[in-house]
């Protein structure tokens, strides 16, 4: 069964950084392309980063471009987000997903398999 299980998250202050790692279940990761997505209080889940399953191109959201930097362990099978210079509007709750072609988009509802999520908050 495929499992996500996302850690690193917590409270930081604007300014300061975080990692996050997504650990899946042996094997979970394959050719897959694997993703991060996060949701704010009361918005709608959002596109972040994403990363082909070579770990050879990446995407990421013009908000955290330049900020942010997703790389992958396939021999692992878990993928990481660095987020440097963390703002007020990155508080959310982060997810990672595991695409279900070898290629990330930004659509939702291109993941089959989902993390539990971890809250990442910062403050001002």
């Known amino acids: 069964q495929v499992q996500l299980v996302e850690s690193g998250g917590g409270v930081v202050q604007a300014g300061e950084s975080l990692r996050l790692s997504c650990a899946g279940s042996?094997?979970?990761?394959?050719?897959?392309?694997m993703s991060w997505f996060r949701q704010g209080s009361g918005k709608e889940r959002e596109f972040v980063t994403g990363?082909?399953?070579?770990?050879?191109?990446?995407q990421y959201a013009d908000s955290v471009k330049g900020r942010f930097t997703i790389t992958r362990d396939n021999s692992r099978d878990t993928v990481y987000l660095q987020m440097n210079n963390l703002k007020p509007e990155d508080t959310a709750i982060y997810y990672c997903a595991r695409a279900r072609g070898v290629i990330p988009t930004r659509t939702y509802e291109y993941y089959d398999y989902w993390g539990q999520g971890t809250q990442v908050t910062v403050s001002s």
């Open positions: 042996i094997g979970t990761f394959g050719d897959h392309a």
């Open positions: 990363i082909r399953w070579t770990g050879t191109n990446t």
